[in-house]
């Protein structure tokens, strides 16, 4: 079984400073996807950032980027010059790659993170 | 901004009552997914679908029950609910990768329900 763990249950961060939240996965599989999901506090959870395990370059989002580790099954995602608009609790998520369209996504616990103006 | 909805957004019941959670899409996704996110926030997957007709039970044993009767719908019921029913329930859709095509899901802004 595929099991997602976000070892940082809270982060701070100084405005306009750089923050990394880390990630690491366990799995078998060589083809998945990984996910950054937000969740302020209206609830409503959005992506943030993905990346295709079979590219070696990280992804990057604007002032978002990870990065992806295949072999040390790490995913961090780092936030530049962060604005009070990130504080949320960011899930690190995984999802196998399948021709079946039956692929689930697994999450980890969340990482709550504050902005410190 | 995601056109997928769940009500109510709130919902405070007593013991043994029938409760249904409504979501719909109207991305005409096939998949969707219910979440349940407890109070240290970690989601579990509790049941999903993969079109009409289609439902699944998910990683976390839940007593409630699901059903798909319509692409953009998939409400989730509870016969008779407990306080250990309470929780923040999310629902989510996504569509079928074509190609090498990533999918996204896609979130509600979920239904927090208490149980009293």
């Known amino acids: 079984a595929q099991t997602v763990t976000q070892s940082q249950p809270e982060m701070s961060v100084q405005e306009a400073e750089t923050v990394t939240l880390s990630c690491t996965y366990d799995?078998?599989?060589?083809?998945?996807?990984l996910f950054w999901y937000k969740q302020p506090p209206s609830r409503q959870m959005i992506l943030v950032i993905r990346?295709?395990?079979?590219?070696?370059q990280n992804a990057t989002e604007n002032r978002f980027s990870v990065n992806f580790q295949k072999a040390a099954k790490s995913f961090s995602l780092k936030i530049s010059d962060s604005q009070l608009g990130d504080a949320a609790m960011y899930f690190c998520?995984?999802?196998?790659?399948?021709?079946?369209?039956?692929?689930?996504?697994?999450f980890g616990t969340g990482t709550r993170l504050t902005i410190i103006p | 901004e995601a056109d997928i909805y769940q009500t109510p957004r709130y919902l405070v019941i007593g013991t043994g009552k029938k409760i249904t959670l409504e979501c719909s899409q109207t991305?005409?996704?096939?998949?969707m997914y219910w979440y349940q996110q407890d109070p240290g926030m970690e989601l579990h997957l509790i049941h999903y679908?993969?079109?009409?007709?289609?439902?699944e039970k998910g990683d976390l044993s839940s007593e409630s029950t699901v059903s798909r009767i319509r692409t953009e719908h998939f409400p989730l019921t509870l016969e008779s609910a407990r306080p250990s029913h309470t929780s923040q329930y999310l629902c989510?859709?996504?569509?079928?990768?074509?190609?090498?095509?990533?999918?996204?899901?896609?979130f509600g802004q979920g239904t927090r329900l208490t149980v009293v």
């Open positions: 989510a859709s996504s569509e079928y990768p074509t190609g090498t095509g990533i999918t996204e899901a896609f």
């Open positions: 799995t078998s599989e060589s083809d998945y996807y």
């Open positions: 990346q295709e395990a079979y590219k070696q």
């Open positions: 998520a995984y999802r196998i790659r399948s021709n079946f369209g039956n692929e689930k996504l697994t």
């Open positions: 991305m005409g996704h096939d998949k």
């Open positions: 679908s993969y079109g009409v007709n289609s439902t």
